[in-house]
């Protein structure tokens, strides 16, 4: 009796646990399980739109010229420092020239006796010539003289190249300037001896012009398509950070440079820097702008990088698919195939607020800054744009928006 009471108790008990499993999973799915689904949204706007090229690159002269020794000694005087102004043919330093003094002193007595040489041998050769007509000399004596004598003339220019070539020695103990400019660098001291033996020795650095400087900016190559002569350029330095400076490109170069793989382009920056503010060597911060339109239709990115939620209900677009308008579930709008380049998809909300549905809407964009992007057919001024998705808790009442990545981030 009591077995059976206890297998009917268990039926009973087992009955009990399917109606409590049925009911949860109503109460589930019909309350607890579904979300309200609202989406956020973004405006089409006109205004201003500037699409830049960005790049590093650093200051420099237009003119920047190494003045170095043709000559070695020793600095005997030095006439400029830093920041000195100096015009062409400024004396800048003089090498101690005591050297090369008795060098030409010694190429000038060597001609001397190389003149001397060459009277006597013209004396001979004008007395055997003399004899050689009344021959009392043979033939063979009468070219000895001849050879000799232009022998004489020929030690006679040698001589007078050597004193030459002590003279401009002598000369290069002093460094001039060959530009008129600035000093920006001074890389010797008083005393200090300069050998020129091999290669010629750095003494000073001269900026031409100040006033008129450039910015070799490295642009990389899948940048540089965009970047032709002549187009304006914002840039801006560590120095003044709440300042602009502007410049405009004025070559971009052919040469490549390779570092690491990463291939970029020298693209020189012409800079007026009348006021002295900009320094050589300065490292600048550049945007070239490669288009720029007064009243372009734009809209924010964020709203081309939304992608709809697995559940969200999706219209296709006869236009953008080309397979009429159908209802497409799991958020999967219409793929891009070739030949649409420049074409974007982008959702507006359809049907009533109970029931949302996403209508996908191909646009053909131009140019982009960054944070917007023009619209140059397909969405009109004012037209609401989806940018986010917004899901309520109908259990805690707690809001969270979906990033167009995935995941959602919590609502204050």
Same mark, same amino acid.
């Given at each position: ?24 999973? $109503?109460? $589930? ?39 170095? %020794? ?8 030095? $006439? ?11 004396? /800048? ?51 000895? +003289? ?11 220019? &040698? ?10 020695? /002598?000369? $290069? ?10 000093? &920006? ?29 450039? &910015? ?61 503010? /900009? ?20 809209? %924010? ?52 607020? %109970? ?36 899901? +309520? ?20």
């Amino acid at each position: 009796m009591s077995e059976k009471s206890n297998g009917g108790k268990g039926k009973w008990i087992l009955l009990a646990a399917v109606l409590v499993a049925g009911a949860g999973g $109503y109460f $589930y799915f019909h309350h607890g399980g579904s979300e309200k689904m609202s989406y956020n949204t973004v405006a089409v706007t006109r205004g201003e739109l500037t699409a830049t090229v960005t790049a590093t690159g650093t200051l420099n002269p237009v003119v920047n010229v190494t003045v170095g %020794s043709q000559v070695s000694g020793r600095i005997s005087k030095l $006439y400029v420092d830093y920041n000195s102004p100096v015009t062409k043919g400024e004396v /800048l330093a003089e090498i101690d020239p005591a050297t090369y003094q008795a060098a030409v002193e010694q190429a000038d007595a060597d001609l001397a006796n190389a003149k001397a040489n060459l009277e006597l041998q013209q004396a001979q050769f004008e007395r055997n010539a003399e004899l050689f007509t009344n021959k009392l000399v043979s033939g063979s004596d009468y070219d000895t +003289a001849v050879a000799t004598l232009d022998e004489a003339k020929a030690m006679v220019k &040698i001589k007078e190249a050597s004193l030459n070539n002590s003279k401009v020695n /002598l000369n $290069y103990c002093k460094i001039v300037s060959p530009v008129d400019g600035v000093v &920006i660098q001074r890389a010797v001291e008083l005393g200090q001896t300069v050998a020129s033996s091999f290669n010629t020795p750095t003494i000073f650095q001269i900026a031409n012009d100040l006033t008129k400087m450039q &910015i070799d900016s490295n642009v990389a190559e899948a940048d540089i398509g965009g970047v032709v002569e002549g187009q304006s350029v914002e840039f801006g330095v560590d120095a003044y950070p709440l300042r602009t400076f502007h410049g405009t490109v004025a070559q971009v170069r052919n040469s490549p440079i390779t570092v690491n793989n990463v291939v970029t382009y020298d693209t020189v920056i012409s800079v007026t820097n009348a006021d002295y503010k /900009l320094k050589p060597g300065m490292t600048a911060n550049v945007s070239v702008i490669t288009a720029q339109r007064e009243e372009a239709l734009k809209i %924010s990115n964020v709203a081309l990088r939304f992608r709809p939620p697995d559940n969200a209900v999706v219209l296709t677009n006869t236009v953008a698919s080309g397979a009429g308008t159908n209802e497409v579930a799991g958020g999967k709008g219409p793929r891009k195939g070739k030949g649409n380049r420049g074409v974007r998809t982008v959702y507006v909300l359809a049907g009533d607020e %109970s029931a949302p549905q996403l209508k996908a809407v191909p646009v053909k964009t131009g140019i982009t800054d960054g944070i917007f992007t023009e619209v140059v057919d397909g969405l009109k001024e004012g037209d609401k744009i989806v940018s986010g998705v917004v899901q +309520a808790d109908a259990q805690n009442s707690t809001t969270s928006t979906s990033s167009p990545f995935g995941g959602g981030f919590p609502r204050r």
